[in-house]
């Protein structure tokens, strides 16, 4: 009985781990010896820890890991010296000669802990912040009270870790989400509770937040982890700094049915329609630059009749423009034009990393849905007036037009684009083509496809162009 268990679940995980394609060119790539290459291309992608790293310049992610710790490092050196300098003053309390030297013993305990996590996953020319070309994926160190929300603070009814699960559980509406991969998963806590509530899911974790991949691959799997959470404005004087030791509640995982990939989950590097649910938790507003191109990934991603489960704010980075930071009724919209049905859907206010050292943190406010992907694959209504769903979203193909194999411009851009459409190419592929030929490794394909949409806007009948 153990054994055929112990097969199952096998042949399980060679369906999500065997999914796995080249981020470089899309052949399968295996991820089961510990040096992972793709015999088409020969890329090596080095692994951090034991997590595989699976971005198009791996060297680069490695490199941005080493420069966040030493800039990380240099922050709390600066601050560290410029309290010893205070400290100098003869003016100062005995309480706040305490403060300051907690002050100091917590930050560069945190950075210690930090360090303890991360670099000894990392390779080691990128201990020293190694040098690499771009920061177009750039590993993050900004996340840190994940962990301690995550993995430190105790079990509370309707406590935040409590309430996500509830909520998504609700839009989950009781039925296992199978195969699911969580986007920007971050600590991992969601899709650990997940796992436990349903055991026949096998779920995929994604993110690029190297400490936080660290420290959720180590508890996960058994081991407990110190890290110390440093408070520079404290507002009593207990509150300098709290050691939280990070263990997972309900035991390890089973790395059959449990797995950690570091990857842009704006472009997973897997093989389409394998999910039967994508959960993006406090994702969306985050990741991508533009949501409608992560709906074209949902989409692909997911098998028809598959979820897509959304649990956040739609609090939008600041370098995402206005037209693109899309309320609830747009996003509804959307899913549905990209070939989605929506619903259940709830929102709701609540705490929302409320630190449990200092009592600050905020309300937020928090959109929950799922949205199915239709089993036909058309897209989803709209008006005669509105912008087409192949304009909006870069999975579906764009129509030829009458005059195309006559038309001309003087912009070497336009034309290409113009002859790349064939009636079978979608703006993504349209938008590789360009990225291809125009070599600017500076550009992010997300840029390439604004750009796309631009020509196609300008000289497409069908999005109101004179023909
Ligand atoms: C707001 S945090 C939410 C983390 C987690 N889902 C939670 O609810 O606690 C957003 C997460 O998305 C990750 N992220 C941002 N862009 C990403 C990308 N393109 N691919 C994968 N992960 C990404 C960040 O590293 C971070 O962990």
Redesign the pocket.
């Known amino acids: 009985m153990r054994e055929g268990v112990k097969r199952s679940s096998q042949a399980r995980s060679r369906g999500l781990l065997g999914a796995a394609r080249c981020p470089r060119c899309s052949s399968k790539i295996d991820l089961a010896p510990s040096a992972v290459r793709c015999r088409k291309c020969g890329q090596v992608y080095p692994r951090l820890g034991a997590i595989p790293v699976l971005l198009p310049e791996p060297v680069d992610y490695f490199a941005s890991c080493g420069r966040q710790l030493a800039g990380l490092k240099e922050q709390v050196e600066g601050v560290v010296k410029d309290v010893r300098e205070q400290l100098r003053s003869v003016d100062l309390l005995p309480s706040t000669r305490r403060r300051c030297r907690t002050l100091i013993e917590g930050i560069t305990g945190q950075l210690a802990d930090v360090r303890a996590i991360l670099e000894p996953n990392l390779p080691v020319a990128a201990r020293s912040g190694g040098r690499g070309r771009s920061d177009r994926t750039p590993a993050?160190l900004d996340?840190l009270p994940?962990l301690y929300r995550?993995w430190g603070w105790p079990p509370e009814a309707d406590g935040e870790n409590e309430r996500?699960l509830a909520l998504a559980e609700r839009i989950l509406q009781g039925r296992c989400p199978g195969r699911t991969l969580v986007?920007?998963?971050?600590?991992c806590?969601?899709a650990y509770e997940l796992y436990h509530r349903y055991p026949d899911a096998e779920l995929m974790v994604?993110?690029?937040?190297p400490v936080?991949f660290s420290a959720a691959h180590a508890v996960t799997h058994g081991e407990t982890v110190a890290i110390r959470e440093a408070n520079l404005e404290m507002g009593d004087l207990g509150q300098a700094v709290k050691e939280w030791t990070l263990s997972a509640p309900h035991g390890p995982v089973d790395d059959a049915r449990f797995h950690f990939l570091v990857?842009?989950?704006?472009d997973p590097p897997l093989a389409p329609g394998i999910f039967d649910t994508v959960l993006t938790?406090?994702?969306i507003d985050?990741?991508?630059e533009d949501v409608r191109d992560l709906i074209s990934t949902l989409h692909r991603m997911l098998k028809p009749g598959g979820r897509w489960v959304n649990m956040g704010p739609l609090k939008y980075s600041l370098d995402v423009p206005f037209s693109r930071r899309f309320a609830r009724e747009e996003l509804f919209d959307l899913a549905e034009r990209a070939g989605f049905r929506v619903g259940p859907w709830k929102s709701e206010s609540g705490p929302y990393l409320v630190s449990q050292l200092n009592g600050r943190g905020k309300t937020e406010w928090v959109l929950a849905y799922s949205a199915t992907k239709s089993v036909s694959t058309e897209p989803g209504p709209g008006q005669q007036d509105d912008p087409p769903a192949w304009l909006l979203f870069r999975h579906l193909p764009v129509p030829t037009f009458e005059g195309q194999a006559l038309f001309w411009s003087e912009a070497s851009m336009v034309r290409m684009v113009v002859s790349s459409i064939d009636g079978r190419r979608t703006l993504d592929d349209i938008a590789v083509l360009v990225a291809e030929r125009a070599r600017q490794p500076d550009v992010s394909m997300s840029q390439v496809r604004t750009a796309v949409r631009q020509c196609l806007q300008q000289v497409h009948p069908t999005c109101g162009a004179a023909g």
């Not at 986007?183 to 600590?187: D, E, L, Q, V």
């Open positions: 993050t996340h994940y995550d996500a986007m920007g998963a971050g600590a806590r969601l994604m993110d690029l937040d936080l990857a842009d989950a704006v938790p406090w994702f985050q990741g991508p």
